[in-house]
C-alpha cells in the first residue's frame, strides 16, 4: 500500500514509523530540518506545504492508497485532506487535535462527508 502523510510533528513521524516496514511511505513535511529521528526512517521525505496541490502531486498524492492529514494546525490537515482526495488519493484520514474541535462522533462523520473525506479522528476523544 501507498500512504502519504503530511504533518512535521510528532503524531506524523509516529505513525509513518509504524507503517514503513510493510507499506511505501512518503512524509511531506514543510521543515528542511535534518531531524534525527527522520533520518532513522525508511520513507520518503517531500519537503514543502502540506496544502499545496503542487507539493502534494510531487509527493505523488495520485496514486496513494492511504492520505494521512496529521498536522497539529487542524485546518491544515482538513484543506490537504480535501485536497488530496480531490488529486486522486483513494482514501484520506484526517486528525483534529484542538479541544473544541472535540465534536461527537455523528459531528465529525458529518463534517467528514460534507468535505468528502472518509476519516475524521480526534485522537483526545479516544483516550476518554
Excluded: W, Y
Aim: aromatic content about 2%.
Amino acid at each position: 500500500m501507498r500512504i502519504l502523510i503530511a504533518g512535521d510533528d510528532e503524531v506524523a513521524l509516529r505513525i509513518a514509523e509504524a507503517v514503513m516496514e510493510d507499506h511505501a511511505v512518503t512524509l511531506i513535511r514543510s521543515g528542511t530540518s535534518d531531524d534525527v529521528r527522520l533520518a532513522r526512517l525508511d520513507v520518503e521525505v517531500v519537503n514543502g506545504r502540506m496544502t499545496s496541490s503542487r507539493v502534494l502531486k510531487r509527493a505523488g498524492v495520485a496514486e496513494a492508497d492511504l492520505f494521512i492529514g496529521a498536522s497539529m494546525v487542524d485546518e491544515q490537515s482538513l484543506v490537504s485532506c480535501v485536497s488530496a482526495a480531490r488529486l486522486g488519493a483513494v482514501r484520506t484520514v484526517c486528525f483534529q487535535f484542538r479541544p473544541d474541535a472535540q465534536a461527537a462522533d455523528e459531528e465529525l462523520a458529518d463534517l467528514a462527508s460534507a468535505l468528502g473525506i472518509h476519516t475524521l479522528l480526534a485522537p483526545a476523544r479516544l483516550l476518554r
